[in-house]
């Protein structure tokens, strides 16, 4: 467990400590986390919506409704789940679906939480049917009930909760159960961002890290980004990382187009695994259509990975197109490449 004064942040998961090579970056994670709907870029609408609730939440002086976020990683679900709790002006509570292995740790959990404390699960889908049920009556009624003892001597404990509000994120909404998903009173679906957007959050995110970052170089750290902020940020630091090391005081596209050809992360943001992606099947499988699985045998890698990380921004951009039978790669595609598709799916030079 760890405890973060400010907001009175309490963290609990499963996952090791994290190695010092990588604290920097959570250090810069949380400089540039947004703490208020002001300085939140993008996703209007549901800024506009979360913000009119928080407001009348204040206003009857009672607890959020439960709130679930969903769409691809890294789109700011757990940031706007920051500032709800920033704007209510309560206690954090951050777990996930996974560190929740048993009923005990969802009642110990939601027991210690007091009045309008924001409780928040990442991965929300993973967490096991068996630790969901008690989830139900908590967020409707307020209480866990649970069976101690056995046979004759076994009897239910009614525990009484405090209100709270319980935010919900998951990358994979067709996972949760209806009697889950029903009991969010508010639902949100986080899209892709667009260009200019990504370019106001980089602007922002350098003059936090001290960088002096023009508009241009913001667009072209942008256009490499996959739609995603969090993807923003983190080229955005390998670009401060390459500037230092050459000690270069000004940014240009063209020092934008070096430090990230170095990381493999070409003109359109894919990176050396997607490229892979596509040329498996434009060359072993003459274009598609291809299941997943062979996908993954021949490229070594995670169903999941493919599925989840790989995936949405190639059918985002029209890369490839999934069918009943299979995946199949575009023409832009293969053009990408350099290749080209002729009618009958067989390879050719451009």
């Given at each position: 467990m760890?405890?973060?004064l400010k907001?009175k942040?309490?963290?609990?998961?499963?996952e090791?400590?994290?190695?010092?090579?990588s604290?920097n970056?959570?250090?810069?994670?949380n400089?540039?986390?947004?703490?208020?709907f002001?300085?939140?870029v993008?996703?209007?609408?549901?800024?506009?919506?979360?913000?009119?609730?928080?407001?009348?939440?204040?206003?009857?002086?009672?607890?959020?409704?439960?709130?679930?976020?969903?769409?691809?990683?890294?789109?700011?679900?757990?940031?706007?789940?920051?500032?709800?709790?920033?704007?209510?002006?309560s206690?954090?509570?951050h777990?996930s679906?996974?560190a929740?292995?048993?009923?005990?740790?969802?009642?110990?959990?939601?027991?210690?939480?007091?009045?309008?404390?924001?409780?928040?699960?990442?991965?929300?889908?993973?967490?096991?049917k068996?630790?969901?049920?008690?989830?139900y009556?908590?967020?409707e009624?307020?209480?866990?009930?649970?069976?101690?003892?056995?046979?004759?001597?076994?009897?239910?404990?009614?525990?009484?909760?405090?209100?709270?509000?319980?935010?919900?994120?998951?990358?994979?909404?067709?996972?949760?159960?209806?009697?889950?998903?029903?009991?969010?009173?508010?639902?949100?679906?986080?899209?892709?961002?667009?260009?200019?957007?990504?370019?106001?959050?980089?602007?922002?995110?350098?003059?936090?890290?001290?960088?002096?970052?023009?508009?241009?170089?913001a667009?072209?750290?942008?256009?490499?980004?996959r739609?995603?902020p969090?993807?923003?940020?983190?080229?955005?630091?390998?670009?401060?990382?390459?500037?230092?090391?050459?000690?270069?005081?000004?940014?240009?596209?063209?020092?934008?187009?070096e430090?990230?050809?170095?990381e493999?992360?070409?003109?359109?943001?894919?990176?050396?695994?997607d490229?892979?992606?596509?040329r498996?099947?434009?060359?072993?499988?003459?274009?598609?259509?291809?299941?997943?699985?062979?996908?993954?045998?021949?490229?070594?890698?995670?169903?999941?990975?493919?599925?989840?990380?790989?995936?949405?921004?190639?059918?985002?951009?029209?890369?490839?197109?999934?069918?009943?039978?299979?995946?199949?790669?575009?023409?832009?595609?293969?053009?990408?490449?350099g290749?080209?598709?002729?009618s009958?799916?067989?390879?050719?030079?451009?």
């Open positions: 760890a405890e973060n907001n942040e309490i963290i609990f998961s499963d090791d400590p994290v190695e010092s090579s604290e970056e959570n250090v810069d994670s400089i540039l986390r947004p703490k208020s002001n300085e939140y993008g996703q209007e609408k549901i800024k506009e919506s979360l913000s009119i609730a928080v407001k009348a939440s204040k206003k009857r002086d009672e607890a959020l409704d439960h709130v679930l976020f969903y769409g691809p990683p890294g789109l700011g679900k757990t940031t706007l789940s920051y500032i709800i709790s920033n704007q209510i002006e206690n954090f509570i777990t679906g996974p929740l292995e048993r009923p005990a740790d969802a009642v110990g959990l939601l027991s210690n939480l007091s009045s309008k404390d924001v409780l928040f699960i990442d991965e929300i889908h993973r967490i096991p068996s630790v969901e049920e008690y989830l009556s908590a967020m009624d307020f209480r866990v009930d649970f069976i101690t003892g056995s046979g004759a001597f076994a009897k239910t404990i009614n525990l009484r909760l405090e209100s709270f509000t319980l935010v919900g994120s998951t990358t994979r909404p067709g996972l949760l159960s209806s009697p889950l998903r029903d009991r969010f009173g508010l639902s949100y679906h986080l899209d892709y961002y667009h260009e200019k957007d990504l370019g106001d959050i980089i602007m922002r995110s350098s003059k936090l890290m001290d960088l002096k970052m023009n508009k241009e170089s667009l072209e750290i942008a256009k490499r980004s739609g995603t969090r993807v923003a940020n983190r080229l955005l630091r390998r670009v401060r990382d390459y500037v230092e090391v050459k000690n270069i005081k000004k940014f240009n596209t063209k020092l934008i187009n430090s990230l050809e170095i493999g992360v070409d003109s359109l943001g894919l990176d050396r695994l490229r892979q992606y596509l498996i099947i434009y060359t072993n499988y003459q274009g598609g259509p291809v299941g997943i699985d062979a996908i993954s045998a021949s490229l070594n890698e995670d169903q999941a990975t493919l599925s989840d990380v790989v995936e949405p921004f190639l059918l985002k951009i029209g890369f490839i197109i999934r069918t009943s039978q299979g995946r199949k790669i575009t023409n832009e595609g293969a053009k990408h490449l290749l080209k598709l002729t009958n799916g067989q390879e050719k030079l451009l």
